[in-house]
């Protein structure tokens, strides 16, 4: 680590910005707000890398991860950055043959079924398996004038990828797995939880600031089978985090009915996704948790008087309250005009009011 900033004076130098002040509930005055995926192919100068390089390689090389994580920094004035990565990076440390197809998502060359196959997914020792994603946050942290978020897939999502193969619309597969082997689910559960754990300790280890636990699919599952067959693992996730003392963001994509079972894991700021009002998906989440969200991503592509009143829309349910980070309700789209991202963020800080915590948590106590 020679060479490499201390995490907890860059932590302190972040701290009282507009995103962890709102992550922890604290006063502050404008609405943070960032983007998932801000980085990526909605930036021509994203496009320009990835014509010399393949994605993988820009992962490997912490100089053009790092580049590519600026990138969104420099053209929107978000709030926070996301670490340049994927979620199946730290499966792909382990030698399990994972690559990313352009325009496919992650492809699993050979899928595990069965319990033989865990033998497959050992301990990640992230400076040994993960040195330039290390070596990324490194660069990152010294550089960065807005804190950095770390973030890995959880296990359902990455269960989806191993057991499916690839990107799926149904989840046969792994919830055939589920169902029909629950002592193997349990078992490939828990090791892909140690594998996040330990990524995302490491992040922070390094300097990040947040972390966002990516379950993006795991609004495929009805509450009952989230309960028994996520939900510890993804709790285990979140109490293995809580002495490192950085807010704990839980996302993922179709959830409306998971919202309050997700912040019961123990997440500091529960995401939203756009098919739930935000108002409604406030009062889904229990009270002195945050939350994030939650425009529909479609909408940047709509002519601007419509991305204004759907800005305003989202800020309106929003409340003012101080616990409120804006983003978009999934990741940003390819075909986005990043001009427009640009024009959201100056729309968001010039109009969203933040109220006073004290309001609010006695407005909360009113109607509890
Ligand atoms: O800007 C950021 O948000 C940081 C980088 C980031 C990427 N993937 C880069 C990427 C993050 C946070 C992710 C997370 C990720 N990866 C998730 C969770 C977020 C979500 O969307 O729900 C998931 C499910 C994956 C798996 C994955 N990787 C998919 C579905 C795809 C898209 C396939 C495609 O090409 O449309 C990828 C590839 C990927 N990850 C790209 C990027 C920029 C595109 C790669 C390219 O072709 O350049």
Not at 148 to 159: M, R, V
Request: glycine share 8%; hydrophobic share 45%; aromatic share 6%.
């Amino acid at each position: 680590m020679s060479g490499a900033p201390d995490p907890a004076a860059v932590r302190a130098r972040h701290a009282d910005g507009p995103f962890l002040r709102a992550c922890r509930g604290e006063a502050h005055d404008t609405v943070p707000v960032w983007f998932m995926r801000q980085a990526g192919r909605a930036l021509a100068e994203y496009r320009e890398v990835r014509a010399r390089h393949s994605f993988e390689e820009v992962i490997h090389t912490p100089e053009l991860a790092a580049e590519v994580t600026l990138q969104p920094i420099r053209r929107y004035g978000v709030d926070a950055a996301i670490l340049f990565s994927d979620i199946v990076t730290p499966l792909a440390g382990l030698g399990i043959g994972v690559t990313i197809e352009p325009g496919v998502g992650p492809v699993v060359a050979e899928p595990v079924r069965r319990m033989e196959d865990l033998v497959r997914l050992r301990r990640l020792e992230p400076e040994e398996d993960l040195p330039y994603v290390l070596q990324t946050v490194d660069l990152l942290v010294a550089e960065l004038a807005v804190p950095l978020i770390g973030f890995a897939g959880a296990p359902f999502t990455l269960a989806s990828y191993l057991v499916e193969g690839g990107p799926s619309r149904s989840y046969t597969h792994t919830k055939a797995l589920m169902f029909q082997d629950e002592l193997t689910w349990h078992r490939l559960m828990d090791l892909l939880a140690g594998v996040t754990l330990a990524s995302l300790r490491a992040q922070v280890e390094h300097g990040a600031a947040a972390v966002q636990l990516f379950d993006s699919w795991a609004g495929a599952l009805s509450p009952a089978d989230y309960e028994r067959f996520v939900l510890p693992h993804t709790q285990r996730i979140m109490e293995g985090l809580e002495d490192l003392d950085v807010p704990r963001i839980h996302f993922g994509v179709a959830t409306g009915e998971l919202l309050g079972l997700m912040a019961s894991a123990g997440a500091d700021v529960v995401g939203v996704d756009w098919r739930v009002p935000l108002d409604e998906g406030r009062r889904r989440i229990p009270v002195g948790v945050g939350f994030q969200g939650n425009l529909e991503p479609a909408v940047c592509l709509a002519p601007w008087e419509t991305v204004v009143a759907r800005v305003r829309d989202v800020l309106a349910r929003a409340g003012a309250r101080h616990d409120h980070v804006f983003n978009l309700g999934h990741g940003v789209l390819p075909p986005t005009d990043p001009g427009v991202l640009a024009q959201i963020v100056d729309l968001v800080h010039e109009e969203g009011e933040v109220r006073d915590p004290a309001e609010v948590r006695a407005e909360d106590a009113a109607h509890a």
